[in-house]
């Protein structure tokens, strides 16, 4: 599995974070296009490559011309994401971090979400640090986010409604909100200011697992903040590589409920909806309920972390009155994903591999999509070529199908 890990050394912020991926790997113009995919003009990217307290890395500088200055409100973002052709997982964590940042903002201010103005958050800037790092993750192929705790600063800063305590009352909300662990600095160093934005709580408030995994390191990025003081490097260290030692998942939970009075679209809808919002597994299996009813069993395997949300959503989306929560281990085969070259393209192929030794193959679906669709073949004939030639190069020589 290929995961990151994020220090936040020196803090974090949306730029931070995106600076980092940038540094990781993520290409410059990936984001440009992200930008017009997102239907934005008016707006350039700056990165440079400098150092702060000693450390190298990429600066981040999302440079807007006076149009793209103009605050806007959270559901202006809503709407702007809604209204883009982003995968779905990317546009349901996205919308999550600025419903998150609205209801902080909406609490701090004691007014009605949909009243709440957003002042320094609420230019376009943050929409692209917002999205830029949850697109940052898909297109890195990232599929667990781990974090350190986050560093939020001392002393006051200067904004908008006059000077505030550090952490800002809408960051403090959002930790609040998101249980996210936080600590102040040292009391021997001088204040520091602000070291956690609003944007970065609430971006890793969304993604993140609080916690320190084991990988096995393929790539580092630094992101860095705008600031250069001598107590401390204003940076944030992204870590990228494989999952290790982690094979039996004990934090897992299964989610069932019997449901005897829905459609296959709402069950079907439910199921996407619970995958967007991060669930390893949705599935239905038939029953028979009282008097011989007809119904669906919908188990969902989710971790123990987004219960809550996974519960919410059911019960929220359908009749059911009720859940079942049970917990479940789960053995698992170390596995990483290579780009492969095949006969038809570039694929992407995940490997299972036991005891150090890898033992299968599996393309990924959405790349031998798009080349079936490309060169109008089959999908099925493109899987089974892809496959065998994956098969036969990484695994041995097998016979021709």
Known sequence: MKVAYIQALGGASGDMLLASMLDAGLEKSELESLILDLGLTGISLQVTSTQRGGLSGIHLDVKLDSDSEIPRRWQDFVKIVEASALSPRVKSQSLEVFRLIGQAEAAVHGVEPEHVHLHELGTLDTLVDVVGVIFGLETLRLEKVFCSALPTGSGTLRSQHGLLPVPAPATAAILRATDAPSYPPPSTLPATGEMLTPTGAAILGTIADF??????????????????????????????????????????????????????????????????????????????????????????????????????????????????????????????????????????????VLNGKDIAVSPEYEDCKKIALKKSLPLIKVLDIVNFEASNQILGNLEAF
């Open 211 to 352: 916690s320190s995994p084991v990988i096995q390191i393929s790539s580092i990025g630094y992101g860095l903040g705008t600031r250069n003081p001598d107590a401390y490097p204003n940076a944030l260290c992204l870590t990228i590589g494989e999952l290790r030692d982690i094979n039996a998942n004990s934090d897992l939970l299964i989610l069932e409920t019997n449901i005897d009075d829905s459609t296959g679209e709402v069950l079907g809808y439910v199921q996407e909806r619970l995958f967007d919002i991060g669930a390893k597994d949705v599935w239905y299996t038939p029953i028979q309920m009282k008097k011989n009813r007809p119904a669906v069993l919908m188990s969902a395997l989710v971790s123990s972390e987004m219960k809550d949300d996974a519960v919410r959503l059911i019960l929220n989306e359908t009749s059911t009155l009720g859940i079942r929560v049970r917990s479940v281990e789960r053995i698992e085969a170390d596995r990483r994903i290579e780009e492969f070259q095949s006969s038809l393209g570039i694929v992407n192929v995940k490997i299972k």
